[in-house]
């Protein structure tokens, strides 16, 4: 099978056929890694499907069934690692901030990392701060990943990345990523050394593939 373009599997999404998705998953999977899937196929296929949604195109219908489909897609994706658990690999905690709805990009990040032998948690509903806070003072990951797609969420996130400051009783790594984050200039948001945006993915790989 040749293998379709994104926005081949833009209209496959938006048809809600992820039985042929699948297929299209498939054939890139013959060629392609998994970081080339996201970021070559899925995403821009979500930008596609973004697009059409601002010029009125389609409706938030279609949006959210475009959405059932790639996530449905993404999972498959999320093949058996061969993941021993071991207490000495690095944990990444995932967690979706509170009015963030946007999930698709957090959980191909979370993939990755799984893929790059971390021990991953990724909370796909959105989680109230003060419920963070308890769960990382407890599970202690060594990183957690923050995703940012709203413009209007932007205090959202500035509150969790102030209350992860002063709240946490140890000093985890944590990054922010999303769709604005190479667009715009966020370094204000940035509250001490263990902080870092990642505006793309090739970034957070050439970071953290081989420092798990
Ligand atoms: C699907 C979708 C939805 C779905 C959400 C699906 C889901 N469960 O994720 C639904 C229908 C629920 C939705 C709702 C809304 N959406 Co919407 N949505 C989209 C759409 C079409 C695709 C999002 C997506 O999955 N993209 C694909 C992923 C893979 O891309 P990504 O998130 O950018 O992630 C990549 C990178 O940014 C990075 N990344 C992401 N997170 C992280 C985290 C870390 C740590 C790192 C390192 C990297 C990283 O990795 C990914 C890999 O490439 C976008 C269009 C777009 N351009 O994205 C609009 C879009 C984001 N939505 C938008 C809006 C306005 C809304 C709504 C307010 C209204 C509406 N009906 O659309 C609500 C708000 C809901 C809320 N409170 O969050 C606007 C946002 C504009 C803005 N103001 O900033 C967009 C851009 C549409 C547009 N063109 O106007 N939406």
Redesign the pocket.
């Known amino acids: 099978m040749t293998i379709k373009s994104s926005s081949e599997f833009a209209k496959v999404l938006l048809e809600g056929d992820q039985w042929e998705a699948l297929k299209i998953l498939h054939a890139w999977q013959e060629c392609k890694s998994r970081f080339n899937i ?2 070559e196929l ?2 821009p296929a ?2 596609t ?3 059409l ?2 010029k009125n195109e389609i409706t ?1 219908a279609d ?2 069934l ?2 059932a489909v ?2 449905f897609v993404i999972t498959q994706t999320e093949q058996q690692f061969k993941f021993e658990k071991n207490n000495d690999l690095r944990k990444a905690l ?1 967690p979706s901030i509170v ?8 959980k ?2 979370s993939i990755l990392f799984n893929e790059w032998n971390w021990d991953v948690r990724f909370l796909q509903s959105p989680l109230p701060i003060e419920h963070l806070i308890i769960y990382v003072n407890k599970w202690k990951p060594d990183l957690i ?9 932007i205090e959202v996130l500035k509150q969790y990345l102030e209350q992860l400051h002063s709240h946490v009783c140890y000093n985890p790594e944590i ?7 190479g667009k715009y200039d966020f370094t204000s948001l940035i509250l001490n050394d263990n902080m870092r945006l ?1 505006p ?2 090739y970034d ?1 790989q050439s970071l953290y593939k081989n420092n798990g």
Do not use: P
């Not at 990943?145 to 969420?153: E, I, R």
């Open positions: 996201y970021n899925i995403t979500m930008y499907v973004g697009e949604w601002e938030v949006e959210h475009a959405t790639c996530d995932f009015k963030e709805h946007h999930y698709l990009g957090l191909m990040v990943g923050l995703s940012f797609s709203n413009v209007t969420q990054i922010i990523g999303g769709r604005l984050i990642i793309n993915l957070l």
